[in-house]
Nanobody, 123 residues
């Protein structure tokens, strides 16, 4: 049983920063592909960032230069550093896992989901 637990969401002002964490248990982290998705009000779930077991990283165009995904294999944890936040970044952010080790780039490629954490950017 894989468990993904997010933390780090909250309320932040425009231009501010937050760091989300996703702790993984129940699977060898180093061979697991992981990513972050988000779902804003009235919107579908969209890809934000991801990495595969070879440390290849991907970021959506809308967050490039502002968000950075990273991992700590010793802690079995993935991170999403979010800087220069904008009101359009307001969403529930979900941690996502892919068991074949490739980065989850679409929601249909995700095998495991976290429970989500709310990020609200106030203008």
């Amino acid at each position: 049983q894989v468990q993904l637990v997010e933390s780090g969401g909250g309320l932040v002002q425009v231009g501010g920063s937050l760091r989300l964490s996703c702790a993984s248990s129940g699977r060898t982290f180093i061979v697991y592909g992981m990513g972050w998705f988000r779902q804003g009000p009235g919107k579908g779930r969209e890809f934000v960032a991801g990495f595969g077991r070879n440390d290849d990283t991907y970021h959506a165009d809308s967050v490039k230069g502002r968000f950075t995904i990273s991992r700590d294999n010793n802690q079995d944890t993935a991170y999403l550093q979010m800087d220069s936040l904008e009101p359009g970044d307001t969403a529930v952010y979900y941690c996502a896992g892919r068991r074949n080790g490739r980065p989850p780039l679409t929601a249909t490629e995700v095998d495991d989901w976290g429970q989500g954490t709310q990020v609200t950017v106030a203008s």
